[in-house]
T-cell receptor, first 107, second 114 residues
Framework: KNEVEQSPQNLTAQEGEFITINCSYS?????LHWLQQHPGGGIVSLFM???GKKKHGRLIATINIQEKHSSLHITASHPRDSAVYIC?????????FGTGTSLTVIP | ETGVTQTPRHLVMGMTNKKSLKCEQH?????MYWYKQSAKKPLELMFV???????ENNSVPSRFSPECPNSSHLFLHLHTLQPEDSALYLC?????????????FGSGTRLTVV
């Protein structure tokens, strides 16, 4: 069993829908990352958070340390949001990656 | 461009070849990382260099040999690879020791071993 579990694994949404991707982890971490990987392979770091909530444009990330759970929300989804979203927990140099959620937003 | 540049973007090599992957960053970061991403698997951390010193080596086979000549450059030397080594190899960098762990990834090198 992976230390970081994401759900769902695959998600298809209509343009404009509100999207939630969930991440649960079973290890102690100092921070949690949400990463976005486009089909070409490049990865972009969206958020790094250790408590509370962060917002950037249409993206919102939350984390509940006690419950070891984080969510990534996308409001007013757009086809360009189509990508794989990866949750990763880290402490020191040790990273624990989820297998990713593949999101497809249909026009 | 993210600030972390990887070359080449694609590489096809035979099992007896020797090749090198290159990663370069000019973000002022002081830690660099090599990751392997195989299909349907989580990212796997291979090597970590902090301040040009290798601080982590996650049981990676010796046919993968990293080199970090300075804080801006990282290489992964490859020799006598196996077909199962075909994967996307990602480089990342970060700024450590300053209370900030912001990560920046490169676009990756898609390696195919034939």
């Amino acid at each position: 069993k992976n230390e970081v579990e994401q759900s769902p694994q695959n998600l298809t949404a209509q343009e404009g829908e509100f999207i939630t991707i969930n991440c649960s982890y079973s290890v102690g971490i100092s921070a949690l990352h949400w990463l976005q990987q486009h089909p070409g392979g490049g990865i972009v770091s969206l958020f790094m958070l250790s408590s509370g909530k962060k917002k950037h444009g249409r993206l919102i990330a939350t984390i509940n340390i006690q419950e070891k759970h984080s969510s990534l929300h996308i409001t007013a989804s757009h086809p360009r949001d189509s990508a794989v979203y990866i949750c990763a927990g880290h402490t020191g140099n040790q990273f624990y990656f989820g297998t990713g959620t593949s999101l497809t937003v249909i026009p | 461009e993210t600030g972390v540049t990887q070359t080449p973007r694609h590489l096809v090599m035979g099992m007896t070849n020797k090749k090198s992957l290159k990663c370069e960053q000019h973000l002022g970061h002081n830690a660099m990382y090599w990751y392997k991403q195989s299909a349907k698997k989580p990212l796997e951390l291979m090597f970590v260099y902090s301040l040009e010193e290798r601080v982590e080596n996650n049981s990676v086979p010796s046919r993968f040999s990293p080199e970090c000549p300075n804080s801006s450059h990282l290489f992964l030397h490859l020799h006598t690879l196996q077909p199962e080594d075909s994967a996307l190899y990602l480089c990342a960098s970060s700024l450590q020791g300053q209370g900030s762990y912001g990560y920046t990834f490169g676009s990756g090198t898609r390696l195919t071993v034939v």
